[in-house]
Protein backbone atom coordinates (compact mmCIF):
# COMPACT_ATOMS: atom_id res chain seq x y z
CA UNK A 1 0.00 0.00 0.00
CA UNK A 2 1.54 3.52 -0.64
CA UNK A 3 1.38 5.95 1.90
CA UNK A 4 1.25 9.64 1.44
CA UNK A 5 -1.44 9.44 -1.56
CA UNK A 6 -2.24 12.91 -2.43
CA UNK A 7 -5.55 14.61 -1.45
CA UNK A 8 -5.60 18.17 -2.53
CA UNK A 9 -9.55 20.47 -2.29
CA UNK A 10 -9.59 23.78 -3.37
CA UNK A 11 -12.04 25.98 -3.42
CA UNK A 12 -12.16 29.48 -5.90
CA UNK A 13 -15.06 31.15 -4.81
CA UNK A 14 -14.40 33.55 -7.82
CA UNK A 15 -14.42 31.37 -10.53
CA UNK A 16 -17.44 29.05 -8.65
CA UNK A 17 -14.85 26.15 -9.33
CA UNK A 18 -13.92 23.40 -7.04
CA UNK A 19 -10.77 21.72 -7.53
CA UNK A 20 -10.08 18.19 -6.39
CA UNK A 21 -6.96 15.90 -6.76
CA UNK A 22 -6.99 12.40 -5.29
CA UNK A 23 -4.68 9.86 -5.76
CA UNK A 24 -5.65 6.26 -5.13
CA UNK A 25 -3.16 2.87 -4.43
CA UNK A 26 -4.96 1.24 -7.45
CA UNK A 27 -5.20 0.12 -11.13
CA UNK A 28 -6.40 2.87 -13.46
CA UNK A 29 -9.16 0.37 -14.74
CA UNK A 30 -10.44 -0.38 -11.17
CA UNK A 31 -10.58 3.34 -10.45
CA UNK A 32 -12.34 4.33 -13.66
CA UNK A 33 -14.92 1.15 -13.16
CA UNK A 34 -15.11 3.15 -9.53
CA UNK A 35 -16.68 6.00 -11.47
CA UNK A 36 -18.48 4.74 -14.38
CA UNK A 37 -20.59 1.62 -12.97
CA UNK A 38 -23.27 2.49 -10.87
CA UNK A 39 -23.03 -1.33 -8.73
CA UNK A 40 -19.44 0.18 -7.74
CA UNK A 41 -20.22 3.78 -7.78
CA UNK A 42 -23.27 3.15 -5.15
CA UNK A 43 -21.11 1.95 -2.98
CA UNK A 44 -18.50 4.64 -2.33
CA UNK A 45 -20.16 7.43 -3.45
CA UNK A 46 -22.23 8.36 -0.37
CA UNK A 47 -21.47 9.71 3.17
CA UNK A 48 -22.02 7.67 5.98
CA UNK A 49 -24.52 7.10 7.53
CA UNK A 50 -25.86 7.73 4.16
CA UNK A 51 -26.29 5.49 1.29
CA UNK A 52 -26.48 5.77 -2.69
CA UNK A 53 -29.27 4.42 -4.98
CA UNK A 54 -29.30 4.56 -8.27
CA UNK A 55 -32.26 4.33 -10.31
CA UNK A 56 -30.80 3.91 -13.62
CA UNK A 57 -27.15 4.70 -15.40
CA UNK A 58 -26.62 4.79 -18.85
CA UNK A 59 -22.83 5.73 -19.09
CA UNK A 60 -23.10 7.38 -22.56
CA UNK A 61 -22.55 10.39 -24.28
CA UNK A 62 -25.90 12.08 -23.67
CA UNK A 63 -26.79 9.30 -21.52
CA UNK A 64 -27.63 9.81 -17.87
CA UNK A 65 -27.41 9.02 -14.05
CA UNK A 66 -30.34 9.36 -12.13
CA UNK A 67 -29.58 8.67 -8.10
CA UNK A 68 -30.64 9.38 -4.67
CA UNK A 69 -28.82 9.86 -1.56
CA UNK A 70 -30.80 7.90 1.12
CA UNK A 71 -30.72 8.90 4.82
CA UNK A 72 -30.95 6.21 7.37
CA UNK A 73 -34.13 7.88 8.06
CA UNK A 74 -35.21 6.49 4.59
CA UNK A 75 -35.05 10.22 3.23
CA UNK A 76 -33.78 10.49 -0.25
CA UNK A 77 -32.55 13.50 -1.76
CA UNK A 78 -32.53 12.91 -5.65
CA UNK A 79 -29.85 14.30 -8.36
CA UNK A 80 -29.71 13.73 -12.03
CA UNK A 81 -26.48 13.74 -14.22
CA UNK A 82 -26.39 13.60 -17.41
CA UNK A 83 -22.93 12.97 -19.29
CA UNK A 84 -22.25 14.82 -21.89
CA UNK A 85 -18.38 13.74 -22.56
CA UNK A 86 -16.53 10.63 -22.47
CA UNK A 87 -12.72 9.26 -23.43
CA UNK A 88 -12.55 5.82 -22.03
CA UNK A 89 -10.03 5.70 -19.20
CA UNK A 90 -9.14 8.92 -19.18
CA UNK A 91 -11.49 11.76 -19.14
CA UNK A 92 -15.26 12.11 -18.66
CA UNK A 93 -17.62 15.48 -18.11
CA UNK A 94 -21.12 15.69 -16.77
CA UNK A 95 -23.66 18.15 -15.71
CA UNK A 96 -25.26 17.22 -12.12
CA UNK A 97 -28.23 19.12 -10.43
CA UNK A 98 -30.52 18.21 -7.85
CA UNK A 99 -34.07 16.57 -9.41
CA UNK A 100 -37.17 15.36 -7.21
CA UNK A 101 -38.29 12.20 -7.29
CA UNK A 102 -39.40 12.50 -11.30
CA UNK A 103 -36.47 13.80 -12.50
CA UNK A 104 -37.31 17.33 -12.99
CA UNK A 105 -34.02 19.48 -12.14
CA UNK A 106 -33.44 21.98 -9.18
CA UNK A 107 -31.33 24.49 -11.60
CA UNK A 108 -28.86 26.09 -11.55
CA UNK A 109 -26.47 22.82 -11.62
CA UNK A 110 -22.74 22.31 -11.88
CA UNK A 111 -20.51 21.19 -14.34
CA UNK A 112 -17.87 18.36 -13.96
CA UNK A 113 -14.68 17.39 -15.35
CA UNK A 114 -12.99 14.13 -14.02
CA UNK A 115 -9.76 13.03 -15.75
CA UNK A 116 -7.54 9.64 -15.00
CA UNK A 117 -4.60 9.26 -15.20
CA UNK A 118 -1.83 6.36 -13.50
CA UNK A 119 1.67 6.14 -12.74
CA UNK A 120 3.58 3.11 -11.51
CA UNK A 121 0.03 1.36 -10.17
CA UNK A 122 -1.11 4.75 -8.55
CA UNK A 123 -3.80 6.34 -10.27
CA UNK A 124 -4.60 9.84 -9.96
CA UNK A 125 -8.12 11.50 -10.08
CA UNK A 126 -8.37 15.38 -10.90
CA UNK A 127 -11.92 16.46 -10.52
CA UNK A 128 -13.03 20.19 -11.49
CA UNK A 129 -16.66 21.29 -11.10
CA UNK A 130 -18.05 24.66 -12.22
CA UNK A 131 -21.44 25.55 -10.69
CA UNK A 132 -22.89 27.96 -12.30
CA UNK A 133 -24.17 29.78 -9.46
CA UNK A 134 -21.72 31.54 -6.47
CA UNK A 135 -25.27 31.73 -4.32
CA UNK A 136 -25.93 27.48 -4.76
CA UNK A 137 -21.78 27.06 -4.24
CA UNK A 138 -22.21 28.81 -1.15
CA UNK A 139 -25.43 27.40 -0.06
CA UNK A 140 -23.96 23.52 -0.66
CA UNK A 141 -20.29 23.70 0.27
CA UNK A 142 -19.76 23.41 3.62
CA UNK A 143 -21.79 19.86 3.33
CA UNK A 144 -20.48 19.13 -0.14
CA UNK A 145 -16.83 19.57 1.03
CA UNK A 146 -17.21 17.25 3.92
CA UNK A 147 -19.65 14.49 1.97
CA UNK A 148 -16.57 14.45 -1.02
CA UNK A 149 -14.13 14.25 1.46
CA UNK A 150 -15.80 11.36 3.23
CA UNK A 151 -16.91 9.62 -0.37
CA UNK A 152 -13.29 9.58 -1.43
CA UNK A 153 -11.80 7.90 1.67
CA UNK A 154 -14.75 5.35 1.30
CA UNK A 155 -13.58 4.69 -2.44
CA UNK A 156 -10.11 4.64 -1.22
CA UNK A 157 -10.92 1.92 1.32
CA UNK A 158 -13.07 -0.25 -1.04
CA UNK A 159 -10.31 -0.31 -3.90
CA UNK A 160 -8.44 -1.81 -1.03
CA UNK A 161 -10.57 -4.65 -0.77
CA UNK A 162 -11.39 -4.64 -4.30
CA UNK A 163 -7.73 -4.33 -5.18
CA UNK A 164 -7.44 -8.13 -3.94
CA UNK A 165 -9.72 -9.99 -4.82
Not at 32 to 61: C, G, N
Not at 84 to 96: D, G, L
Not at 107 to 125: A, I
Amino acid sequence: MTNNLLFDFTVDKAAKTVFITREFDADLSLVWDAFTKAEILDQWVAPKPMSSKTKYMDFKVGGKRFYAMVSPEGQERWAIQEYTSITAKTNFKMYNAFADKNENPELPGSEWDHTFSEQKGTTKVRITIYNESLERLERILDGFTQGMKMALNNLENLLATLSKK
